[in-house]
Structures are given as C-alpha cells and as structure tokens.
C-alpha cells in the first residue's frame, strides 16, 4: 500500500437507503487502496453505524438533512470521520429502533480509536480510526495496560491537583475503613505529593496512583525524571523542624523500575 | 462523475466515469420466509441488511404464523446495529409467547459472525453454525414433532 495519504469524500442525504451506498463507495476505496477483507468489514461497520446515528438521531423527521464521510488512508492507518449539522447527542428518555444502544459500542469495539465531538458550527462528528494489517495479513498485537488496583491519575501539578488527589484518596480510604484521624494523614500526604513540580515528572504532570496493599493503602507516584522521587521527599521536610510529612506514613520508598522512577508511601488505616 | 438513480426496487445501477464499464452493485438484501413443516418458520437474510432493510426484516420476522422462528443468517453478507436490534426484539416476542428461536450463521458469513460474536449476541440468541444445527437444537427444545 501506498504511503501516501488516499482519501475519498461522500456528501449524501442523510436517508436509510443510502446507507448501503455508503459501503459500497468504502468497498471501492479498499479496492483502490488495497486492503484487506477483515479492515473493510470493520470500516464499513463504523460508517454504517456512524451514518445511521446521523440518519436516526441528527435531524428531525421532517428535516432533510446532510452526512458527509471522509475516509483517510495514511502510514497503515484509516481514517473515518463522519458528520452530520444536525442536533447533535441528546439523552433520549427512550431510544427508538436503531438505537445508539448497539451501535456505539459496536463502533468502539471494532474501531481501534474513536472519537464523538460537536463542531463549533453545530452537528456531532464522530472520528474512528482502523490500523490496517500487515502484508502478511496479520494484525496489530494490542497491549492493554494492567487494570489498576483502585485508580490512576495524572494532574497538572499545583492547585488543581490537590483536591483531585484528596478526594479520590478519601473514597478509598473509607472503602478501606481508615479512621477520620488516618484519613487526614493520608490528605495531608496527598497535599504534598500534589505540591510537586512538573518538571520533576516524566510527563510534567503529577501521575499519582491509589492502591489497596493489604489492609493499607498506598500512594504509587510518579514516572519521576532522575531524581525527582528524592527531591519530592526532600520538599516533604517541614521547614526548620527536619521532621517530614512522610513520617505519617508506615513506609516511603523510591523505586528505580523500567518504567521510571516511582516513589512509594503506605499508609496504614 | 458518478449518477446513482434507482434501478427496480433491489439494485442501484452505479455508472462510472467513462473508461470504467457501467457495473450493477447488489446493494440492497433479500429476505424471505420459509416454512418447515408446521412446527418452525425460517426467515433468510441474504446480502447486506441495515437501517434501510429493517422494516422488510422485521415484517418477515413477524409473520411466525406462531411458531418456532429459525433465522438464517448464513448468507447474509452485513448486519447492522438496527438488525441486532430487529432480532433481539424477535427473540424476546418468542420467548413471551413460549415459542423456540434460534439463528444460523456459518463461518463462511464472517463479517456477520464477527458482529454477533464482538456484540455478545453470538451466546445469547443463541447463534449455531448450521441451519441444520439450529433446526436441531429449535427441535430438541420443543421436543421432537
């Protein structure tokens, strides 16, 4: 396939009946661009649903209105971006036939990414992306990342991320059975891990996870850049006492791993 | 340029710039009822089927004549999200009605059985891979005739 971007536009009336239409222009841009029988499938899937929802939910019926589908084929990649200048989504106390009850997840599952957005000047277009497979016919290996224990975060760091970090901390922490006294150790920890600097993270955001160790719980921060674990603790010192805040934890450790720099602090309930 | 105009009631006539030969697309699908004796009905989606096909598949899905509903799904070639839907609603009007329902749907229909597997709707309706497996397991849950 062609490295270079091949892309087809259809603007149709947004009707059942050209729904078909709408795979048949796809099945002759996957001929053009030589894909194979398992992308198309999922392409055609996505705009069909995608088209539908506009076809189904944008205008009202007695409104005739446009869909318009751009598919971009790119570096082992399509595209699919399809809009409607409808009413855009709206909760419905009951969907009707056709529903976005099916048909959504269905694009989320056979799309490698999507998107739903309102444009500025009214509508919703939905975006969703298909890698296309190798010339040997296989597909992608997808990693998932690990579920995590209780919940994973990554702030800007400062005054945003205080409260963030404090609340989801209290949650855990009740559904842990921490006392109101330990609670409040945990927050003021969470206070300090939020004062951290950006620039002392991989991603210049605060990336703080909550995890059950036990019966205790812990606060797994980072990737730090080099250091920046240390120099996290280092700022934890309450000025001129030489006593830190971690002191109210049951254990502080840096941890040097593959994945960066994490500074460790169990807390116990 | 491409002129796209209506063709009968099943196909669009699809004419392409000249240099490439006119060419007639099967756009739309067929469905059609079957009976099997007097104890099971057969409804047999072939080719595409979406939003534009429904009402014709809901209506076949609803002359049962009330009795045991087989839906063959082994040479339909696309099924949409409003098609799931048309036969969930079918399978839950047999089952209020104390009446079998089963779906057929080959290997060979893949990107139809991809949907139903991706949708979880592969063990719920439930989907065998033969009419004839499904036929015997409509049979088996109401007792031979």
Same mark, same amino acid.
């Given at each position: ?6 892309? *087809?536009?259809?603007? *149709? ?33 996505i705009?069909?649903e995608a ?28 595209e699919l971006r399809v ?21 959504l997840p269905l694009i989320a599952t056979v799309a490698d990414s999507f998107e739903i957005a309102?444009? $500025? ?5 939905l975006v969703a992306r298909v ?19 209780? $919940? ?8 945003? $991320? ?78 001129? *006492? ?28 | ?6 063709? !009968? ?46 009402? %014709? ?5 609803? #002359?049962? !004549?009330?009795? /045991? ?5 082994? #040479? ?14 079918? %399978? ?16 060979? /229909? ?11 709707? /592969? ?23």
């Open positions: 396939m062609s490295t270079q971007a091949t892309e *087809l536009r259809l603007g *149709l009336a947004a009707r059942a009946e050209n729904l078909a239409l709408v795979r048949q222009a796809l099945a002759g841009f996957a001929d053009a661009i030589a894909i194979g029988d398992g992308a198309l499938a999922d392409l055609k899937q705009a069909t088209c539908m929802n506009a076809v189904v939910h944008a205008y009202p019926d007695d409104e005739e209105g446009r869909v318009d589908l751009v598919a971009i084929a790119s570096g082992g990649t399509v809009r409607d200048w409808g009413v855009g989504f709206r909760p419905r106390p009951a969907e009707p036939e056709g529903s976005l009850r099916l048909g309102s444009p $500025a000047d009214g509508g919703t277009v890698r296309l497979a190798d010339a040997d016919g296989n597909g992608e290996v997808h990693t998932r990342p690990d579920v995590p224990r209780e $919940a994973e975060m990554a702030i800007t760091a400062g005054s945003s $991320a205080r409260p963030v970090i404090a609340r989801v901390f209290a949650i855990a922490a009740t559904r842990a059975g921490f006392s109101l006294e330990r609670m409040s150790d945990g927050v003021l920890l969470g206070d300090a891990i939020a004062a951290g600097e950006a620039s002392d993270f991989a991603d210049s955001r605060v990336g703080v996870s909550i995890e059950e160790c036990g019966p205790n719980l812990c606060f797994r921060v980072g990737p730090f850049v080099e250091g920046g674990a240390q120099r996290m603790l280092d700022r934890m010192k309450l000025p001129g *006492l030489g006593v830190s805040i971690t002191k109210l934890a049951d254990r502080v450790e840096v941890e040097a791993g593959e994945d960066g720099e994490h500074l460790e602090i169990e807390i116990s309930p | 340029m491409i002129r796209l105009g209506r063709r !009968g009631h099943k196909h669009e006539r699809v004419e392409i710039r000249p240099g490439y030969a006119a060419r007639d697309v099967d756009v739309v699908g067929e469905v059609r009822n079957e009976s099997a004796g007097d104890r099971v009905e057969i409804v047999v989606l072939t080719g595409e089927h979406d939003l534009g096909t429904v009402p %014709r598949v809901r209506e076949a899905l609803a #002359a049962n !004549g009330g009795k /045991a509903l087989l839906v063959d799904l082994c #040479a339909a070639t696309f099924v949409d999200s409003s098609i799931l839907g048309a036969l969930l609603e079918a %399978r839950r009007t047999a089952l209020e009605e104390s009446r079998a329902f089963a779906v057929a749907c080959s290997g060979e /229909a893949e990107p139809v059985r991809r949907v139903l597997e991706v949708t979880g709707l /592969a063990d719920e309706l439930p989907v065998h891979p033969t009419r004839e497996a499904a036929m015997a397991a409509l049979e088996a849950s109401q007792g031979s005739p």
